[in-house]
């Protein structure tokens, strides 16, 4: 892996750049969107990290607080070049927001193309403690403009974590020894999965806590294998709805990560993932929701062409509201992607 990053009085940029291998993708070939969103936030954890610690405040480390809806535009294939560059864009006094784009490139024809585009909010985080979040020092906008529209961000998505906490008593209860051979298939029971991972030192920050990329991973994991056992084909992570970490986790944690299907159209299906952390055995501290997000999914083809996705089977009155309410996001992305295009079109 390499990195560059260029300093000036401005927002500060960096590249970091890996090689894609072949336990970086799935078995057609196609880089998982977890291996994807890790490199976007290791790039977001060190220009936030390097530019909180610019200043002459307490020494402190950029934990990831949240992830804006990522589209994935275009597959990453295995022996392809992910050039990962990251800018800080606009700061408040207790966070950083870094916009990041990925770009594949193929070293033997040098053909490139965007495969991502994200934005992540970090806050620092004191060394020497934990729980104190430190000021960030400000950046210098070349116009107001960009500072008035980074604080209209920042205040947008501050709202939406807000919204996001108050839904979060919602559980993914286990299917405890499934037998899918008994169950329906293309219900939410029958494709519902769940990861336990212990965690470990290399899955930390120096502070001790998760990386969200680690964690992200993971969760791309679990929909995927929500999103595989619904269609029984290949797939492929095509967005992930905002991200919200709302509590850190501590090495040595035992973390749960549950997935369901919440809502299929007639090419995507939508999947819920949570998770659940569980401290130190000797600590008081009960089971807590650390992360949630929606992963969206496609299905393809051997030849990477879509394929219709199976309807999803509601069961129960929970599943059906659930279904609604995925429905819901689908249509307003998809009437802001029509408005974007249209927007693009007359420029």
Known sequence: MSERGAAGPGPATIQVSRIMRPDDANIAGNVHGGTVLKMIEEAGAIISTRHCNSGQGEPCVAALARVERTDFLSPM????VANVSAEITYTSKHSVEVQV??????ILTGAKKVTNKATLWYVPLSLKNVNKVVEVPPIQYVHK????????????????RLETKQRNGDVILPVINPDRQ??????????????IHLVGPSDCTLLGFVHGGVTMKLMDEVAGIVAARHCKTNIVTASVDAINFHEKIKKGSVITISGRMTFTSNKSMEIEVFV????????PQERYRAVSAFFTY????????????????TESEEE??????????????????????????QH
């Open 276 to 283: 659940d952390a569980d401290p130190f055995v000797d600590e």
């Open 182 to 195: 008994t169950k329906e298939p293309h219900t939410v029971g029958y494709s519902q999965s769940s990861l």
């Open 145 to 160: 403009e960009q500072e008035d529209e980074g604080r209209k961000r920042y205040e947008e998505q501050k709202l939406d």
């Open 298 to 313: 496609v299905s393809l083809s051997k030849e990477g062409k879509p394929l219709p996705v199976p309807q999803l089977l």
């Open 77 to 80: 294939c295995i022996g392809e």
């Open 101 to 106: 784009n990925v770009m594949s490139e193929n």
């Open 320 to 345: 059906k509201r659930r279904f609604e309410e995925g429905k819901g996001r689908y249509l307003q992305t998809k009437a802001k992607r029509q408005a974007q295009l249209q927007q693009a079109a």
